[in-house]
């Protein structure tokens, strides 16, 4: 059972200084893979303004009993191989850091030279993408931001009739996810802003969109579809998720075959994988599904995760942040474990380490619109910051800070900032 389940998890505590409002209490410890110079790649847990090196703590026999399957699965560029040696080692990882970092375990609290070799500051490491992703689907789950956007391009007809019996997705570009901090460069493509005849320019309509994301921490063959009520078995943990849009080249292409260019450009995920046993304590309800899902979706209990998540986005001439959007998790329409269970329900197999993104989460009101799209109403009502920049969508310079965190009592349980700037197009 993860230890997360403790009768006393509230009120546990690590020898290793937590800051106030830290993203990452002993309750988190979410995974991740950074660079220093004096280690090279190594696996890590987050623990306040630290990183507790899974590498050296499996050098230093830390997980000799019982020992590793492979004594360098910590070392390695990608959370992958690790990943692959199944939920049982996902969780002893993860209890075993928990246990060591433990106000009352004195074993690595009490030894200097392991104390030294084990932590490494956050400042003094690069974060690099904690998993090597072989695919990557975008869903489109949020009821809220479908309906904005069609009320916007279908006024008469905002919903599509198929939008409330099956997750919507598309299958995205790999090649182009980076960790955050990584900043993004505004695309070229194809744009008609005229109607009359298209241009090759940069977008004048670049936008961020707000989702999470969750891991594959085991995979599926195929032909063997993952059923609803087994999901949660196959994801590890989850991201935060910047599927950036190009919005004028997307209107432009996106028919009949949907997204390209206008979002296979970038897109940024969190370095920290917050595992799902993490944050099984802030399970919430969902929108009730209306009509009721075809029985291969259908699930019950609380099927979505109250994370409140906010955007905050800086022009470069403004001294502080804004901000833009304050949405939360638990409006998703449909489930993780009601995406995974579709995306798998015609035969396709997932492997580790696959990403899929929930698609923008938006709320019911205007301030929980996950999108520069919805906030300024496709430009119509320009954001304005107490410096005098206004924003229609995002210009060159600007930088965009997505957070989240669960919360019960002194508790936060998050994922760290997801930040990037906008760079200028290439030459």
Known sequence: MPHTHHPQWERRKSWVEVPDGSDFPIQNLPFGVFWA??????????????ILDLGELATLGYFADPPLPDPKVFHRESLNAFLALGRQWQRRARATAGRLLDENTAQLRDNAEHRRRALVDQSEAEMRLPVEIGDYVDFYSSLEHAANVGKMFRPGN???????HLPIGYHGRCSSIVAGGADVRRPRGQINPSGDEPEFAPTRKLDFELEVGFIVGKGSSLGAPIPVEEAADHIFGLVLVNDWSARDIQQWEYQPLGPFLGKSFATSISPWIVTLDALEPFRAEGPEQDPRPLPYLRTGGKRNLDVELSVWLQPETEPHGLEVCRSNFRHIYWSMEQQLAHLTSNGA????????????????????????????WNGTAPVRFPAGAERAFLEDGDRVTMRGFAQRGSVRIGFGDLSARVLPPAA
């Not at 905002?158 to 409330?164: A, E, V």
């Not at 899929?356 to 520069?372: L, Q």
């Open 37 to 50: 110079p004096d280690r090279g790649h190594r696996a890590g847990v987050a623990i306040g303004r630290q």
């Open 158 to 164: 905002p919903l599509l009739p198929n939008w409330k």
């Open 349 to 376: 197999n997932v492997r580790v380490g696959d990403l899929c993104a929930s698609g923008t989460v938006s709320g019911p009101a205007p301030g929980a619109y996950g999108s520069m799209l919805e906030i300024t």
